[in-house]
């Protein structure tokens, strides 16, 4: 008896691979998700803090910048096929409800990421796909020009009329998503674009004073990157726009917190190519330096017998007031009438400039998100089909896609997932089905 179903196999049951299986199957393929860990989409239970931000109200504009430039681009006819209206209505037919929070970030109402994760399993699962848990796939089988199936890590082969490779990143490790994926797909011939973690914290060279100001949290600031180049100072732009002012925090070993991590891969990258990257933070983005020098000086008159740490503590929190008060160079002991001009210039440059010289970011495993994979070039932006083999299709994170925080991550995994899902279950796409 012939086989009229296509038989698709999808290796990875993470944010795109659950949609990519859910689609397939509902298109009418016959489809085995594999994966390797005991459940599927770990990395959605975790994300949000647990409650999953799984897409943003932003116009389409602003999730393609989101995605650092020509990243975006690639991604313009996936939202165009299926976007956040589209995935939305889905998660609604399961009975996830959606409420909008601040920064147009949109979370499930019962604030519980498993909602999510669930809610795409029963969709892979109602239409019929199959999945095999604890399912490790080593690599993917090849003959010619053609992917013709995988073999686990156990050895047994599996065919199947096309491959979705959905295997994530390589960060978190913990939630399965270990970066096998760009190795396979490097071994059927494709190109990875370096790998760097992104929406990572930051170590910095001052490390005794990051540790003094340790637990310090800061809203409404405003950060830039330099390099020194030729014994200048440049200016380097983030990954994606920034909000004008933040929030950031310091840590033991540096800094972290929101502005800094939507914006570290400018630091992680310019740090590859071998420059020296500081970070400075504005701590009064609401004044100009002539503002802070007025006030200052205003507060030294006004309280002349005040000693300086004490003074600044109206003006930052406690520890980090004490920081830039020795910072300054000023002595403790001295009450502030007794503070030359030249001494309030260093505490105005301090509120306005303090720089911090980054030395490295943590490892990969820390970063929210992969930055780099599979080059984009190599992959169709209509069917997420390999142009390099054919029946391979890949979505999510395992390609050249990293994008700001704020629900694009899971966005573009879903929207690519769901386009994957479709061509491989139509035959469609790259160099033929
Ligand atoms: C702490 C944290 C919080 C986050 N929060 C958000 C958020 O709120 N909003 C947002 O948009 N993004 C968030 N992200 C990013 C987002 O979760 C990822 O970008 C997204 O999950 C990527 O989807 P994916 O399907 O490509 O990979 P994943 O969801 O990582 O899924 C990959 C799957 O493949 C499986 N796998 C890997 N190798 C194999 C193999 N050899 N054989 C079989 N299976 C394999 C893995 O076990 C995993 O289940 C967060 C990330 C982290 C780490």
Not at 307 to 321: E, F, Q, S, T, V
Request: charge should be positive; aromatic fraction near 6%.
């Amino acid at each position: 008896m012939s086989r009229t179903k296509r038989r698709l196999i999808v290796v990875g049951g993470g944010a795109a691979g659950l949609m990519a299986a859910g689609r397939a199957a509902a298109c009418g393929a016959e489809v085995l998700l594999l994966e390797k860990m005991r459940e599927p989409g770990r990395k959605i239970l975790i994300s949000g803090k647990e409650r999953c931000n799984i897409t943003n109200a932003a116009p389409l504009e602003r999730f393609l910048e989101a995605y650092y430039g020509r990243r975006g681009r690639f991604l313009r006819n996936a939202f165009h096929r299926f976007f956040r209206d589209e995935l939305l209505a889905l998660l609604h037919g399961y009975g996830v409800e959606t409420q909008v929070e601040r920064g147009g970030r949109i979370f499930p109402a019962s604030g519980d990421a498993a909602a999510v994760r669930d809610a795409l399993l029963r969709y892979a699962l109602e239409h019929g796909a199959v999945l095999r848990t604890l399912a490790p796939v080593a690599e993917l089988l090849r003959e010619g020009d053609a992917v013709i199936g995988v073999r686990l890590e156990s050895g047994e082969r599996l065919s199947a009329d096309a491959v979705i490779l959905t295997t994530g990143g390589a960060s978190f490790p913990g939630t399965g998503s270990t970066g096998d994926g760009y190795r396979m797909a490097e071994a059927v011939g494709h190109t990875l674009v370096p790998l760097r973690p992104a929406l990572v914290p930051l170590r910095v060279k001052e490390r005794a004073r990051a540790r003094a100001v340790q637990g310090v949290s800061l809203r409404n600031v405003r950060i830039a990157y330099f390099v020194r180049r030729a014994e200048r100072f440049e200016r380097l732009p983030p990954p994606a726009p920034l909000p004008p002012t933040g929030e950031m925090l310091f840590t033991h070993f540096g800094l972290s917190g929101p502005l800094v991590l939507s914006s570290s891969l400018a630091a992680v990258d310019a740090l590859r190519r071998g420059e020296e990257v500081w970070l400075e933070i504005d701590l009064k983005p609401g004044m100009d330096e002539e503002a802070v020098r007025r006030r200052l000086q205003r507060e030294f008159e006004r309280f002349p017998h005040r000693r300086l740490p004490r003074l600044l503590r109206g003006w930052a929190p406690r520890k980090l007031a004490d920081l830039l008060a020795a910072m300054s160079g000023i002595e403790g002991e001295r009450p502030v009438h007794t503070i030359r001009a030249g001494e309030r210039e260093r505490l105005v440059r301090l509120f306005k400039h303090l720089r911090w010289q980054i030395t490295d970011s943590l490892p990969m495993a820390a970063g929210m998100v992969t930055a780099g994979g599979v080059s984009l070039k190599e992959v169709d932006p209509y069917t997420f089909a390999s142009r390099r083999v054919r029946r391979l299709y890949l979505a999510g994170e395992v390609l050249d896609i990293a994008a700001d925080t704020g629900g694009y991550n899971l966005q573009a995994a879903f929207s690519g997932g769901y386009l994957a899902g479709e061509a491989a279950a139509r035959g469609l796409g790259g160099r033929g089905g």
